[in-house]
């Protein structure tokens, strides 16, 4: 049982290119995240998912894609990268049959750096 | 959504015990509190959750007065190795749809030899 998985865990772009941060999770959880965390400060939502097919935007989204095929996965895709998408980006996800309330298994998180 | 409004730090020292309180006037019926832990170049941790009175884990004590409009992690004995910051959040806990879970800016504990 390996829990939440985040691929890569560090990764350099330069601006404008394009990549994709790999979330997986074994656990059945219903719902996953994607939080960023820039240094020093607090996490930011980015977008959720509360099964698959369904997907929401969350409180920052800009710059950012996703999709949910499967329960397991949960891509987060960075289109056209941009220096402010310099950020640690951790994936989370919360056991089936609770809501949002429920705990959250975090991944280890991937550093992404941007110049 | 209930928003959560907590200090932005706290220093103490080892051996002592810390409150840390978070204020959620719009908690909703169906609302649960759960307060996770982060050390640097990781992601948070939960450590206890609760909805109403009192609940303690082996870790720490999470009280929520009647109204619910507030709670406190009480951390016993603290030591060096607590030094991290703490969130609280307020979500539903069982079934609902809402999956949009916010953090707040957290409490940056600082703990003191």
């Known amino acids: 049982n390996a829990g939440v998985t985040q691929t890569p865990k560090f990764r350099i772009l330069k601006i404008g290119q394009s990549m994709t941060l790999q979330c997986a999770q074994d656990m059945n959880h219903n719902y996953m995240y994607w939080y960023r965390q820039d240094p020093g400060m607090g996490l930011k939502l980015i977008y959720y998912?509360?099964?698959?097919?369904?997907?929401d935007k969350g409180e920052v989204p800009n710059g950012y894609n996703v999709s949910r095929s499967t329960t397991e996965d949960f891509p987060l895709r960075l289109e056209l990268a941009a220096p402010s998408q310099t950020s640690v980006y951790f994936c989370?996800?919360?056991?089936?049959?609770?809501?949002?309330?429920?705990?959250?298994?975090f991944g280890e998180g991937s550093r992404l750096t941007v110049l | 959504l209930a928003k959560t409004t907590q200090p932005i730090s706290m220093d103490s020292y080892e051996g002592q015990e810390v409150n840390i309180t978070c204020s959620h006037n719009n908690i909703a019926t169906n609302d649960y509190i759960t307060w996770y832990q982060q050390f640097p170049s990781q992601g948070p941790r939960f450590i206890i959750q609760g909805y109403k009175t009192k609940v303690t884990n082996e870790v720490a004590s999470l009280f929520i007065p009647a109204d619910r409009k507030s709670s406190t992690l009480s951390l016993p004995r603290v030591s060096l190795s607590d030094t991290a910051v703490y969130y609280c959040?307020?979500?539903?806990?069982?079934?609902?749809?809402?999956?949009?879970?916010?953090f707040g800016k957290g409490t940056k504990l600082s703990v003191k030899p």
């Open positions: 989370a996800s919360s056991p089936p049959g609770t809501g949002s309330g429920g705990e959250l298994f």
């Open positions: 959040l307020v979500g539903e806990r069982y079934g609902g749809s809402q999956g949009n879970l916010i």
């Open positions: 998912s509360v099964g698959a097919g369904i997907t």
